[in-house]
Every structure is written in C-alpha cells, then in structure tokens.
C-alpha cells in the first residue's frame, strides 16, 4: 500500500526548505497542495515536477477519500498547504484522521510551523505553553475563550490576520489586563521581521500608529504567580470578611 506524507514547506525564507522535503515531494507519486497555484512556484523553485491535486477547506472529506482510494492502491501522497506544517490552522488533520481509520501510514516531515518560530524567539517561557491558533470571529465564542485564557499560566501563542490585530489586541488587553507582556511577531523568517516586546496596552497605542501588514503571531504571557496569588489573597479576605460578618 502507499502512505501519506505530510510535508512541511517555507513559512516565508525558501532557504527553510529540508532536503528530505524536496525528496519526498520529487519522489511522491501525488501532491495534494491547499492552492496549486500559489504551490507551483515553491515546486518550480526546487524543481519539482510530481503532478498535483487541490485539497482544500471546502473539500477536504470528498477529496481525502479520493486521495485514500489512490493510496490504497499503492500510491504515495505528500500533502502541503501554502505555508507551514500541514495541519497547523491548515488542512491535514482530516486526511491524517481519514488514513488512520483505513489503516495507510503517515509520516510528518517537519520543517518550519510559525507558532514554533514565533514562541522560541518571543523572550517569554517556551517551555509549556498553550497553542490557541486564531481566535473565533464569532463574538460569543471569542469571549468564551477569552474567559477561559484569562486563568492560563503557560504563554499562549495566537495566529490574527492583519485587519483583525487592532480587534483582538484589544479585546485580549481588556480580558487580561493592560499590564500582560506580549512579543508581537511579524513576518517570521522574511525581510520585514519584526518582534515588538511590549504590554498590551502599550500595543494598542503602538498600532494606532501603525498600520498592521503582513502576517501575525502574539506570543502572550501567561497569568503570573503574583497575579494569582494577590486574586486568591483578595478571595481569602473577602471570605473571611464574610464569614465575620455572619
Ligand atoms: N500551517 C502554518 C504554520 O505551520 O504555521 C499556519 C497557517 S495559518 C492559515 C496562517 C497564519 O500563520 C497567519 O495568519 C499568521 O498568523 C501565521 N503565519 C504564517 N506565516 C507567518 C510568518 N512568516 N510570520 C508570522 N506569522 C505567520
């Protein structure tokens, strides 16, 4: 039987490309590509001339069983979106879920993903942290999560799109607090890289200013022990105060 590869690809510098990427996508016998268009200059690039398919958002399931039923019959698929690690905020998870169930083997080649990219150079604690993806654009749903980020310790990386940073930096500052530390990421591994340490707050000032272009990553801090500490003290006493009162 074949087996299914999933590929990463540049994130912005094509210096990023591994050797086994290109490999495996010269050897495939198929190249499921979120948007081949955008794809045919990564493949141009590395002379790559494996025939490719769309797999995309809107259809990913009619598609993944294609693409199971020529595996099946032995062939070899790589799978790439336009940027990054398939399956990363991008299509892949399905085609993985799908191969699992009809027993065909998977294989991640790793490469550049953006939350790792941005989290490692952030300045703030790398070791745990909680990968958010983009927030929903539904209003109820935003402030949902919102509610749930604001007990979160671990630093919380989020992808925005750029004619939504203004929104969501304010809407973060006001869930948890103008004080928070952020690394704001731009344009990772590309001549415009840009990491701007600051407070919420401050970033809202700072993109008054600006006017935000490019792609996003906000590499948050997590709610500190102070923090905590101080809430659970005011909890206490507000407690006891009640208790007293009784
Ligand atoms: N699969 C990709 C990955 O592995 O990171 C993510 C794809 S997601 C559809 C696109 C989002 O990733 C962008 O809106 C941005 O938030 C983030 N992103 C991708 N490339 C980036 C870059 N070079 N610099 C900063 N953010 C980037």
Redesign the pocket.
């Known amino acids: 039987a074949g087996c299914l590869y999933l590929v990463?690809t540049p994130?912005?510098n094509l210096e990023d490309m591994t050797y086994r990427a290109v490999r495996v996508l010269q050897e495939a016998d198929l190249i499921a590509a979120e948007d081949t268009r955008d794809s045919m200059k990564l493949l141009r690039h590395f002379e790559i001339h494996t025939p490719m398919t769309a797999y995309h958002e809107f259809n990913k399931i009619d598609k993944a069983r294609a693409l199971i039923g020529k595996m099946r019959a032995g062939a070899t698929i790589a799978c790439i979106?336009?940027?990054?690690?398939?399956g990363?905020?991008?299509p892949g998870e399905e085609l993985t879920r799908m191969c699992y169930e009809a027993g065909i083997s998977v294989y991640a080649i790793p490469g550049?993903?953006?939350?790792i990219t941005?989290v490692t150079s952030s300045g703030l604690p790398c070791r745990r942290f909680a990968f958010e993806a983009f927030l929903p654009r539904d209003k109820k749903e935003k402030k949902r999560i919102l509610e749930e980020l604001k007990s979160e310790s671990r630093t919380m990386v989020i992808?925005?799109?750029p004619h939504r940073l203004r929104q969501t930096l304010a809407d973060l500052a006001e869930a948890l607090g103008p004080e928070r530390k952020l690394t704001v990421?731009?344009?990772?591994?590309?001549k415009h890289e840009e990491k701007a340490r600051m407070t919420l707050g401050q970033s809202l000032d700072y993109y008054r200013q600006r006017e935000p272009r490019g792609?996003?990553?906000l590499v948050i801090e997590g709610k500190s022990w102070e923090e905590t500490d101080s809430e659970d003290r005011a909890r206490w006493e507000e407690m006891d105060l009640d208790s007293h009162m009784q």
């Open positions: 990463a994130i912005g979106t336009d940027a990054g690690t398939p990363i905020s991008d550049p993903a953006a939350v941005a992808y925005e799109a990421a731009r344009e990772l591994t590309k792609e996003y990553v």
